[in-house]
């Protein structure tokens, strides 16, 4: 059996859940929390609704972050889940993410809804619809798991 | 020295007519010239005055006390001069008529305790309020009256090593200058080399501010240099700290060395004075130190052999360079010596037609199992097995173990996993 989560890592996501239901991000849904708090890792579901106004109108993703017991030390790891990708030119077919917040530039004051904000604005600002270059070599040989990854991080901007 | 049991309500006055008591027995009356008006008692900088109670005056269980005769000059210790040294936070009544400012109320008594907090490396290992002492440049000693400080700029510089001035009263001392030395409140203390380190970033959190990283409000905590500085509490920075160094995430300053950064990033935001990493404990400690000093190395220009690790340093700027223990090698490519200049390696596929590369000895074998420096800093990399993506944990450059140059989508799809 996995070892328990430590306390202070169990309160910091339950303190962010809270503020999260009580000040949501626009756009961003929570569909599922953790069951509890007592697994070594522990998964967050969120819905994210294309923006009015963005070539991602109408569409909706799942988003899907998973913390283990040095967050939030270390980064959540946080990808998109099935049937559904955003098509975007720094999200992968398998739902990986390049994002520098959530690899190098990781820090332990940013948040679920930091995260959040930051995958909603970079949908938003998003012009056309394609997928990475490296897409179909990346998804071959990538890992599950996107913090496995040693990002090149794309231009933010695009 | 003397031994007295004392209730902490006793008045300075009554603990000096104890003391004349124990002094005078077994002297002649002629002898008995001294009394209470003569003798000055000194803790913490200050002749303590009659009214006050040992617990006004903040004196604590084992309390080491300085007694001194008054001198005869106008100066005396006990002269209603006093005033209370402007602490940050606590303001003090100027009037010279008033004696009741040496020790302003119980709450600032308090507040002024633990306004300073350090870490008791000898002892406790632990974050623990700071005693404020000023010990005599001249001889060591803690018989030392400072005079008044009124200016809060004085202060900050007396925090940071400046001197205090004032007058010695230890038998044969004409000490006229102070230090202000910090000694741990949270153990008893076992003598006057007894000290511990000032650490200004941990403060009292007086405004009730959350944790940038577990969202709890705690006191003490450390403040970043940041403006308004963001805090942290001392559990959080901890485990901060710990992954910084599992992770070789310090940033570096120039004059501050490798040092941990605000959580937000905030440019000015960071720990100014690296012995705050004594939170991590006596090993990690130790790692950190170790860290911050290959960091130091080679950002002043060392190499580490690729043979044998040996650290040197060769100012000249010769692709080629020997190590103390006569290792020669590239310093470029990290290989034994090899013909002519290098010319980095080229793609593996090249790498087999080419006789250069080939003569050269850049066999696959030895590209896939040493030690390299990175192209962005020169920090000697190992590739820990994976793939041939590899980033500096030092520089942050990512680079293809190969080519030996910036990771590209063409590396990617010719030896990603060679
Ligand atoms: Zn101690
Ligand atoms: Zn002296
Ligand atoms: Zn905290
Ligand atoms: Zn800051
Ligand atoms: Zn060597
Ligand atoms: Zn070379
Ligand atoms: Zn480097
Ligand atoms: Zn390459």
């Known amino acids: 059996m996995a070892a328990p989560f430590p306390v202070s890592c169990a309160r910091r996501i339950q303190k962010e859940l809270t503020a999260l239901h009580a000040e949501p991000v626009p756009g961003v849904t929570l569909k599922s929390g953790p069951d509890t708090l007592a697994d070594k890792s522990t998964d967050i579901n969120m819905i994210i609704k294309g923006a009015e106004g963005t070539i991602y109108n109408g569409e909706e993703f799942n988003l899907r972050f998973r913390m283990n017991e040095r967050y939030p030390f270390e980064s959540p790891e946080v990808v998109f889940q099935p049937p559904n990708i955003p098509l975007h030119p720094h999200i992968y077919s398998n739902g990986h993410i390049c994002l520098s917040i959530l690899g190098n530039d990781w820090s332990p004051a940013l948040t679920i809804s930091a995260v959040c904000l930051s995958i909603v604005s970079m949908l938003s600002s998003c012009k056309e619809k394609k997928r990475p270059p490296d897409d179909q070599f990346y998804i071959r040989t990538a890992s599950m798991n996107p913090k496995a990854t040693r990002w090149m991080y794309h231009d933010d901007n695009v | ?418």
């Open chain 2, 1 to 418: 020295m003397l031994e007295m049991q004392i209730p902490p309500s006793t008045t300075v006055r009554q603990l000096k007519d104890q003391l004349l008591l124990s002094m005078n027995a077994g002297l002649t009356s002629q002898e008995k010239d001294l009394n209470t008006k003569n003798l000055a008692i000194i803790f913490a900088g200050k002749a303590l005055q009659d009214d006050h109670s040992l617990q006004e005056c903040l004196i604590r269980d084992a309390t080491i006390l300085h007694v001194a005769r008054s001198r005869e000059d106008s100066s005396t210790p006990t002269h209603d001069t006093q005033q209370e040294s402007l602490l940050p936070g606590v303001s003090t009544s100027k009037s010279d008529t008033e004696s009741d400012h040496l020790i302003v109320t119980r709450e600032q008594a308090a507040s002024l305790q633990c306004a300073f907090y350090g870490y008791c490396r000898e002892s406790c290992s632990d974050v623990t309020a700071v005693l404020l002492r000023f010990a005599c440049d001249k001889c060591g000693g803690f018989v030392f009256v400072v005079d008044p400080i009124t200016e809060l700029d004085t202060w900050e510089d007396i925090l940071d090593g400046g001197k205090v001035h004032g007058v010695c009263y230890k038998d044969d001392c004409d000490g006229t200058d102070a230090n202000l030395i910090f000694k741990c409140a949270a153990h008893q203390s076992r003598g006057q080399s007894d000290r511990m380190h000032y650490l200004r970033q941990i403060k009292l959190n007086l405004m009730d501010i959350a944790c940038t990283t577990c969202g709890d409000v705690k006191t003490p905590v450390i403040t970043f240099s940041c403006d308004p500085s963001h805090i942290m509490c001392l559990s959080c920075f901890q485990q901060y700290c710990a992954h910084l160094l599992a992770e070789r995430r310090f940033t570096w300053v120039a004059n501050l060395g490798s040092t941990a950064r605000c959580p937000f990033g905030c440019a000015d935001g960071l720990i100014v004075d690296p012995h705050h990493f004594y939170v991590l404990g006596r090993r990690l400690y130790e790692n950190y130190k170790d860290f911050a000093a290959e960091e130091c190395f080679l950002r002043s220009g060392g190499t580490y052999c690729s043979t044998c690790g040996a650290p040197f340093v060769d100012e000249s700027s010769n692709f080629f360079t020997t190590c103390p223990n006569g290792h020669r090698f590239c310093r470029k490519c990290g290989d034994i010596a090899h013909a002519g200049e290098c010319d980095a390696l080229p793609p593996p596929e090249q790498l087999a037609v080419s006789e250069k590369a080939r003569e050269n000895a850049h066999s696959r074998q030895t590209i896939l199992s040493t030690t390299k420096p990175c192209p962005g800093c020169a920090a000697p990399i190992e590739r820990n097995g994976g793939c041939m993506h590899v980033i500096c944990a030092r520089c942050k450059k990512e680079f293809c173990w190969i080519c030996q140059t910036d990771w590209g989508i063409d590396c990617m799809s010719r030896h990603w996993f060679a």
